[in-house]
């Protein structure tokens, strides 16, 4: 199978973190054109720092970083420092990168490639709030036709919320946005709560990664365990969910995960359900189905590919 062209667009975050360090590992299968940060978990500012302590964790920098919008569309700011730590990066030693993120705004950079890219030649994954690939795409619609689709770990059905009873935290964080890309031609596979539930990092998946012995693996063992004792997640024993790894292990081994065809609206005007996805599976109801909805993880898997890509990546 060839290398998969990818813009990976995140707000790190511990599970983006995690998320990240698999994306540079897979070198070997994805080429990743850039990372492109947003505001979400913690500031514009903070994010694109982290992405760049991860990049370097990782050595590659070769891959660019675009810093991107400071807000969400319309609604205020709402951060999820208590879930990454103050840093964003859980208690993970910091220091500051020594490549820093490029002078052009994350917007402008997505405009640009995406239109000088071939049609369905780019796969973009998103596990922060849509603000970014929202405001490309309302600025440039054409841009739409060089996504081969749009990953997004996003949203919840059966699992119910993660931020608010009914809203997932990156669709409520900005739900204009959201609903505005789901909206849009592009084809969407949604990893929301329904299946990030079911990939759990408990600690004896945790203490496998560590054995590796890589940087990578050892800074994603203690990202993993960071996220396992927090409140939320308890009981430790049963781990804590894996989020934003989901979309990366997806464009790395597709069958690792089931999905159902869907279309999804976001609710954005009400202050009970705002950044709720209503997720329609009934085709006549409504006929553009242009979502594929995780239901169903290879949990085990998943971890087996974490642990495989992280030792093939490199040294200690
Ligand atoms: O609901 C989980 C999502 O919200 C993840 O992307 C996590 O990083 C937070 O942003
Ligand atoms: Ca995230």
Redesign the pocket.
């Known amino acids: 199978m060839g290398r998969t062209t990818v813009i990976f667009d995140?707000?790190?975050?511990?599970?983006?973190g995690v998320a990240l360090l698999l994306a540079f590992a897979a070198r070997d299968t994805l080429d990743l054109l850039a990372i492109t940060t947003v505001a979400?978990?913690v500031s514009t500012k903070l994010t694109a720092r982290n992405a760049g302590i991860l990049r370097e964790i990782a050595s590659r920098e070769d891959v660019p970083i675009y810093a991107g919008c400071e807000r969400p569309l319309k609604r205020s700011p709402i951060e999820?420092g208590h879930?990454?730590g103050e840093s964003g990066l859980g208690n993970l030693p910091l220091f500051e990168p020594q490549r820093p993120a490029e002078t052009e705004h994350a917007v402008d950079w997505l405009i640009r490639t995406l239109l000088a890219a071939p049609a369905g030649s780019i796969s973009l994954v998103v596990?922060?709030?849509l603000t970014n690939i929202a405001t490309a795409l309302l600025r440039e619609p054409s841009i739409a036709k060089a996504m081969r689709e749009i990953a997004i770990?996003?949203g919840a059905r059966s699992e119910g919320g993660?931020?608010t009873a009914s809203a997932?935290?990156?669709i409520y964080?900005d739900p204009h946005a959201a609903q505005i890309v789901f909206a849009s031609d592009v084809e969407i596979v949604a990893f929301g709560?329904d299946v990030?539930h079911q990939v759990r990092a408990t600690p004896e998946r945790i203490d496998t990664i560590g054995k590796v012995g890589t940087r990578s693996a050892m800074a994603t063992a203690n990202l993993l365990t960071f996220a396992t004792y927090l409140p939320a997640n308890s009981p430790a024993a049963q781990g804590s969910?894996l989020?934003?790894p989901c979309p990366i292990a997806w464009l790395i081994e597709p069958a690792l995960f089931e999905f159902r065809r869907c279309h999804v609206e976001v609710e954005t005007e009400s202050t009970l359900t705002a950044g709720h996805t209503a997720v329609e599976f009934r085709a006549d109801v409504a006929p553009r189905q242009n979502v594929r909805w995780g239901v169903r993880a290879d949990a085990a898997g998943i971890f087996d590919l974490i642990r495989g890509k992280l030792t093939q990546s490199g040294k200690a």
């Open positions: 995140c707000d790190p975050g511990v599970d983006d979400g978990n999820a879930f990454h596990t922060g709030p770990m996003g993660n931020i997932e935290y990156n964080a709560l990030t969910p989020h934003d």
